[in-house]
Structure formats: C-alpha cells, structure tokens
C-alpha cells in the first residue's frame, strides 16, 4: 500500500469520527494523523473529486465525509490511490492489460490461481469499512497456517 493510500485511510477515519458533525481544518487533520499538509491537500482533493469528501471555504470552512463510514470500503480507496486489485493485470477486472511474456492467455497455468487471489482479496478488502477502523482494531478472520521453521 501507497503511503498516498494509507494517508487518505488516515484522513477519511479522522473525518469518519466527525460525521454528520461540522468540517474539519486540514491543518487539524495533518496535525493530528502525523500527514504532511501539503500531501494532504492533494489526498483530500482526490478524495473530493471522487465524492467521498466535501469542502467548505470560510471561517467554518474545511473537509467533512459526504458518505456514510460504513459505506467506504478499503477496496474502494486502494483503487483510487493505488489502483488494481489484482496481483497480474491480465486478471484485472479495473486495469486489465494483457501479459506480453503469455502467448495464450486460454491455456495460461497461472491465470485461474491469479483469479482466485484476485476474488479472495477483494472480499477481504469490501468486508473492511471506515466504520471498522472506528469501532476499534480491525481483525480479519483469516485462519493463520503454521509454517515449518
């Protein structure tokens, strides 16, 4: 993950505890999730020009959710900042490009496991909202194998 992406989580949980509340200066944002001003400006106009945040300009201006936490998913926000999904882009359903060392994507052996890693980390990131990050840690439900050391 990005550090842009990780920041814009950041914002978006700061601006999350607020909602439905008044706007949030950015300078109280970047001071207080430890995010450079300046790289902040540009996070949260992304984020605006994607509708998850609204600005206001005055003295009660700033930054405030216009969707709900539990509406904004980690999946949705890795994709705006970091882009696919997917761990090879001949199984991207957003970014797809053809592989230029695969003759035949049909008969290709990696393809179907690239799939499934693809659909398994979606849901994995859908299932996490802003929400989640507000109501305490977040833990995913993942059975951890035991490796051989």
């Known amino acids: 993950m ?8 950041k914002a978006l949980i700061r601006l999350g505890k607020e909602y439905g509340g ?11 999730e430890h ?3 300046k790289f902040l400006e540009q996070i949260l106009l992304d984020l605006k020009h994607a ?7 005055g003295s009660k201006g700033g930054y ?22 997917a761990l090879v882009p001949c199984v991207s359903q957003k970014f797809y490009e053809a592989c230029d060392d695969c003759p035949d994507e049909k008969s290709c052996r990696l393809k179907k496991i ?3 890693v693809r659909e398994k980390t ?3 990131l859908s299932g996490v909202t802003i929400k989640t990050f507000l109501e305490g840690s977040p833990t995913l439900n993942i059975p ?6």
Do not use: M, W
């Open 2 to 9: 990005s550090k842009k992406c990780k920041y814009a989580l």
């Open 64 to 85: 405030r959710l216009v969707q709900e936490p539990s509406q904004i998913t980690l999946a949705e926000i890795h994709r705006l900042f970091d882009g696919a999904i």
């Open 114 to 116: 690239f799939i499934d």
């Open 122 to 124: 979606y849901a994995l």
């Open 35 to 37: 995010i450079p001003k």
């Open 144 to 149: 951890a194998k035991k490796q051989k050391i």
């Open 51 to 57: 509708g998850y945040v609204r600005s206001k300009q």
């Open 22 to 32: 008044g706007n949030l200066l950015t300078d109280d944002i970047a001071i207080s």
